[in-house]
Nanobody, 129 residues
Framework: QFQLAESGGESVQPGGSLRLSCEAPGFSLNYYTIGWFRQVPGKEREGVSC????????NYADSLKGRFTISRSNDKNAVYLQMSNLKPEDTGVYYCAAEGNPVPGICSVDVSQGRYDYWGQGTQVTVSS
């Protein structure tokens, strides 16, 4: 069964960096557009970044541009989210999601569009001194 698995979340101090990974054990991610989202208790899930499956087009939430970088490795069958200069407000559960019928060259971080068909269980990121 196709399942996504996130890893790499941990507790870090403000200003620190983390790299999150998204994989699908036993399956290839190469034909899926992948998005990263995050959620804190009491708030709605929000889009972070996404990367298309073919031309590696990317998209970011405006507030995160410059600090977060999404990438993918088809050889390693993984998608990464590099986060730098982390702030306490970045704390939350980070989810990766796969779009099963991606549009070439286009990806969206708007959760309300309902484009993503598969979701992982999430990995906790805590930014605190």
């Amino acid at each position: 069964q196709f399942q996504l698995a996130e890893s790499g979340g941990e507790s870090v101090q403000p200003g620190g960096s983390l790299r999150l990974s998204c994989e699908a054990p036993g399956f290839s991610l190469n034909y899926y557009t992948i998005g990263w989202f995050r959620q804190v208790p009491g708030k709605e899930r929000e889009g972070v970044s996404c990367i298309t499956y073919r031309d590696l087009g990317t998209n970011y939430a405006d507030s995160l541009k410059g600090r977060f970088t999404i990438s993918r490795s088809n050889d390693k069958n993984a998608v990464y989210l590099q986060m730098s200069n982390l702030k306490p407000e970045d704390t939350g559960v980070y989810y990766c999601a796969a779009e099963g019928n991606p549009v070439p060259g286009i990806c969206s971080v708007d959760v309300s569009q309902g484009r993503y068909d598969y979701w992982g269980q999430g990995t906790q990121v805590t930014v605190s001194s």
